[in-house]
């Protein structure tokens, strides 16, 4: 019988900052009300990022949260999460909010904080769906490569700083935040299935204009003498979104249970980009699924686009809410347009 490769998460972290912001706070500052907010995307509070915080650091106490969460649990014979870190042969950070445009990446940041001096790194762009691709990245590079064994998978995300604040119909979405996992491959003759079962990934480009960082790329740069009237900010065809994401995530669930022949009843938990908690909602309602099934913690953190699923996952993790062998989907969309999923066994 031949080795099988497994891509296990052994461990999880997040952080996020401390101020909150609630729906009624917001109000205060714009023309909006609580229950607006809240009955139209199932948000109550977001999380907002002092002035003097990137992304790489919440990306950065996410990843000391997940490798101090595998020390402290044994996971690894290493006994500090500096020897940990170490060890690591790759940093994969999901944002479309980097610390900096372009270069360096954000990933490479983290690794020089974390003294990560055996890993690469590098960024995924690929907006609120990079958790997903990100994890396949991860095993992709860990299966090449004998002595490649473990990847850190980090979504982080100021989002705060890259929204129009005068536009009620997108700041109230969006939160700040971060998300990690430590993902490990084990070679092994047992035939238990463990770990990255399956992913599917998809984009569909045509759908770019909906949601988009318009200044400050090559497409539209910014040249000496400009006046700055606004910060790059992100702008969105909610309606146009809210289709796609809906049809997005049915289509993924439906076609990964499919290949993998099986039912929701499998499933322990589906865990949702959350972007919207009436997509969620819609999805569940076309897939016949019941919307326990869904985790939802957006009421609390609103949208933190690549770090949503990762701390999801922590919070689950955490609160003793996943056992070894539940199965869990996780479904990701989100500008390029982008859209995917992963089947994980705990
Ligand atoms: N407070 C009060 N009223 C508001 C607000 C607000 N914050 N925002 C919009 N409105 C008003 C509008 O002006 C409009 O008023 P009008 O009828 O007088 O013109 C009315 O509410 C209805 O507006 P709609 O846009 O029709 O509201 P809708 O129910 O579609 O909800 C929303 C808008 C929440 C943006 C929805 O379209 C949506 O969730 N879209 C998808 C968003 C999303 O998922 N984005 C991110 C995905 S990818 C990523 O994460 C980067």
Known sequence: MGVILRFEIKATGRAVPQRR???????QRMDTSGEWIWSHTGIRARRIASVDTASSDLGFEA?????????????????????????????????????????PSTACLIQNRLRAKNAGAMDISAACSGFIYGLETAAGIL???????????????????????????TCVLFGDGAGAVLLEKTDTKDTEVRGLLRTIL????????????KKGGSRNAYHAGDIFEF??????????????????VTEIIRDLLQVERLSVDDLRWIV?????ARIVHAAAKRLGFPPEKFFLNIDEYANTSAAS??????????????????LILCVGFGAGLTYGGNLIVW
């Open 231 to 248: 910060a790059p900010f992100i702008e969105m065809n909610g309606h146009a979104v809210y289709n796609f994401a809906v049809s997005a």
């Open 202 to 213: 998809r984009a569909d480009g045509a759908g770019s204009e909906n949601l988009v960082i």
């Open 309 to 326: 699923i990762p701390i999801a996952l922590d919070e689950l993790n955490r609160e003793r809410r996943l056992k070894k062998g539940d």
């Open 143 to 169: 299966s090449v490569g004998k002595e490649r064994k473990r990847c850190l998978v980090i979504g982080c995300e100021i989002l705060s700083r890259f929204v129009d604040w005068n536009d009620r119909s």
């Open 63 to 103: 990843a000391w949260n997940a490798l101090r969460m595998a020390v402290e649990q044994g996971v690894c014979v290493e006994r500090t999460p500096e020897e940990l870190a170490s060890t690591l042969d790759m940093i994969i950070v999901a944002t479309t909010t980097p610390d900096f445009y372009g270069c």
């Open 21 to 27: 912001v609630s729906n009624e706070e917001l109000a």
């Open 272 to 276: 949702p980009h959350q972007a919207n």
